[in-house]
């Protein structure tokens, strides 16, 4: 729903850009024609695939699933122009950072000068990535996290609600930063790290 909150907030501010909502799209059945905050569900992702003309929200992501980002765009088969970045009114994005495709910045971001975000990346409210800072594809950054200048987060990770990133970081790829943690040493790939000072909780495998 914040993704088409964000599609109204454009709307409503006026400019070059004006969207309409042709509905959602989600592969549980049980969902499929009925209307969530007036938008009717049309049926299971794969219908991307039969609708040529229209561009693509990616707003699937929580803890539970968000390294299942990546596979599920890879399925629809849709090249990234396809998915289309969405930037809240309210956020603040320098004219020196770098955005990629498919991404949706939520009210009150702050995204400053060198930072550069790739493909996919879904920033929620009041987070701040700050100057020199890299966000790695489809990587899911919580509300209120604070990213401090030239950290690097790897593709596919999640930075939790709250969480602060000393600068000069490096976050692996698939990593999951806990809500609340204070991350002040670099992060392995496809770890989970909690606390304050933040410390390894578990590893995950990597499915490749």
Request: hydrophobic share 45%; proline share 5%; glycine share 12%.
């Amino acid at each position: 729903m914040d993704a088409l909150e964000i599609l109204e907030a454009v709307n409503a501010a006026g400019g070059d850009t004006a969207y309409e909502c042709v509905g959602f799209l989600d592969d549980s059945e049980a969902r499929w024609g009925v209307e969530l905050s007036g938008v009717r569900v049309l049926g299971p992702l794969s219908m991307a695939r039969d609708m040529p003309a229209a561009h693509f929200v990616h707003a699937i992501g929580s803890p539970r699933n968000y390294r299942d980002r990546l596979s599920l765009a890879q399925k629809l088969g849709l090249p990234a122009e396809r998915f289309e970045t969405l930037v809240h009114p309210r956020a603040v994005v320098s004219p020196r950072c770098r955005v990629g495709h498919g991404v949706i910045v939520c009210p009150n971001a702050v995204l400053g000068p060198r930072s550069r975000v790739g493909d996919g990346v879904t920033i929620l409210a009041n987070v701040t990535v700050n100057h020199d800072s890299e966000v790695g594809d489809w990587t899911l950054i919580a509300s209120g996290a604070n990213l401090a200048g030239g950290v690097k987060v790897g593709a596919g990770s999640y930075i939790g609600a709250g969480a602060a990133v000393k600068e000069g970081i490096d976050i692996g790829a698939g990593s999951l930063v806990g809500i609340g943690a204070v991350v002040i040493e670099n992060v392995p790939a496809m770890a989970v790290v909690v606390g304050n000072p933040a410390r390894i909780l578990r590893r995950h495998v990597d499915p490749s």
